[in-house]
């Protein structure tokens, strides 16, 4: 297997210098916007005129942390910005990186600052061990950098803090699940699955504007819903497709009333499964608006920055 090529991450921060220096050179303000780490702290430095030596740790589930230190130097670069070359790396046994380094930029542009990183480092294990970082961790390590830098972002140009942004996040994932969960499950089991037992033929022959290709309407709307569940994951961040989803709650809704009253007077019925599908849309629309996102990052490093 080839070698994985470096991590690159680049944003555009419309703020000030000193603050985007201030939030990621800060340890307790950095370990906040940063999803890469659970803590951060700055080690005694007895002489000024050395690097910068630092302790992080990250949390990976089940209460267990993996640790490490690293070292870094700034630099003000006057009119060009600032730069901060940093080296880490990791005794710890479960850490599949041993150690590695890279550097972050920061210069000023006409409307902010161009915000990048660019680091690599060796993995522990072999060569499992570069495969499972090749395959798996690099990408993840990866998204959660420009996924992290666009949080920080928000934090500078909107004033949102890093914990809203997560709230925000986990409220729009679970919203955006959900959904995607119901339109599936609808979309195969009641209507492919036991098409009969669920009642659903029986709704359509009672419209009595489809004679004989019940069926056919049954696969129809089948077919809808998947594509519709299967949507809801696909495209994330499209804010248009939950509005188009309550679109189509409502008018479902109305049809079912005017095609079969008595489905309303059931224990689980059109009205409160719409009603519940319609709340979860709309909370999707309203949590998902200015959440970080790593497309919003350059991932790839242009040549002129090589």
Not at 137 to 162: C, H, K, Q, V
């Amino acid at each position: 297997m080839s070698r994985a090529p470096p991590i690159y991450v680049e944003i555009r921060i419309h703020g000030p210098l000193d603050e985007l220096w201030r939030l990621t050179q800060t340890p307790d303000l950095h370990q906040r916007w940063d999803l890469r780490f659970t803590n951060i702290d700055f080690l005694p430095r007895p002489d000024p005129a050395q690097p910068q030596r630092f302790r992080y740790a990250t949390r990976v589930g089940f209460g267990r942390r993996i640790e490490g230190e690293g070292e870094s130097v700034g630099e003000n670069l006057g009119p060009a910005g600032r730069s901060s070359a940093l080296k880490f790396w990791s005794n710890d046994p479960k850490s599949l990186i041993r150690e590695g380094s890279g550097y972050w930029k920061y210069m000023p542009t006409d409307d902010g600052i161009r915000f990048l990183t660019r680091y690599d480092y060796r993995t522990r294990f072999g060569a499992p061990g570069a495969m499972v970082d090749r395959l798996v961790f690099r990408p993840m390590l990866g998204w959660a950098t420009a996924w992290s830098f666009d949080r920080l972002r928000l934090w500078i140009e909107r004033g949102i803090d890093p914990v809203t942004s997560m709230r925000r996040c986990a409220a729009h994932a679970i919203t955006r699940l959900a959904l995607a969960f119901i339109w599936l499950y609808q979309g195969l089991v009641p209507k492919l699955i036991f098409p009969e037992a669920s009642g659903e033929l029986e709704t359509i022959r009672r419209v009595g504007l489809f004679e004989g290709r019940e069926p056919l309407v049954l696969h129809f709307a089948a077919a809808v819903e998947i594509i519709m569940g299967l949507a809801t994951v696909m495209f994330w961040r499209v804010r248009g497709l939950l509005t188009l989803q309550i679109v189509l709650l409502v008018l479902l809704g109305i049809a079912a009333a005017a095609g079969s009253p008595r489905l309303f007077t059931g224990q689980f019925n059109p009205a409160t499964l719409t009603l519940a599908m319609v709340a979860l849309a709309l909370i999707g629309l309203i949590e998902g608006r200015e959440i970080p996102s790593a497309a919003n990052c350059l991932r790839r490093e242009a040549r002129s920055t090589a």
